[in-house]
């Protein structure tokens, strides 16, 4: 479903439930050795896909271990993402010869909880979330706010190696085009020869859920 959003640079590989037949590394298994069943089938099947994903491009199946902040670790020579959420596990990858990071992530089309909105977003934001809202009510805009933002901390994390908050993003939603656009508030990693200030990004909606991707081309 995700590659209706995505560029011919990637491979996806997304599915809505979870096989009985997938199975985890031993780099993996120690991930989630302690981990509630829901936990563990949500990162079971996301690497499963990854793994799927790989061979899409060729690669033989590898362990995918989790880094310091939880993001994934990819084989040499590849970049990707991985996203869950009830009812949906995805993954998208790339070469590094064509892809300098990949951000992707998937959430319920459902109104956020009470409080969150006014936590991950800024006043100017708020606004053009309420008039989205009002224009095209058939989208959760503030949900597909918080989704936009998940995404460009899932590319820009591999890029920099430092945290990046939710106030030090301002994203831009277009309800008709089905783009999004992030402006970076804080100084970011030197990408392609420059400085990383802003990343674009599409958006889909689709049996009940948001899904958002982020593919920054390398070169």
Known sequence: MIEIILPPTVVAVDTTDDPADAGLHPEEE?????????????FT???????????????PPAPIPQGARGEPVWPEGVVGSITHCAGYRG?????????AAIGIDAEPNERLPDGVLDAVTSEGER?????????????????????????????????AGRWLGFEDAEVT????????????????PSVNGGALTR????WLVKNGLILTAIVLPAG
């Open 30 to 42: 120690e991930v989630v050795r302690k981990a509630v069943d829901k936990r563990r089938r949500e």
């Open 45 to 59: 099947t996301g690497r499963t896909c990854a793994r799927r994903a790989l061979g899409l491009l060729g690669l």
């Open 127 to 159: 606004r053009a979330i309420i008039e989205a809202l009002r224009s095209h009510p058939g989208v959760h805009w503030d949900r597909m706010l918080f989704c936009a933002k998940e995404t460009v901390y899932k590319v820009w994390f591999p890029l």
């Open 91 to 99: 993954a998208v990858l790339g070469r590094t010869s064509n892809v």
């Open 173 to 188: 939603i277009n309800p008709l085009t089905g783009a999004f656009e992030a402006r970076l508030l804080v100084e970011g």
């Open 199 to 202: 990343l674009t990004g599409r």
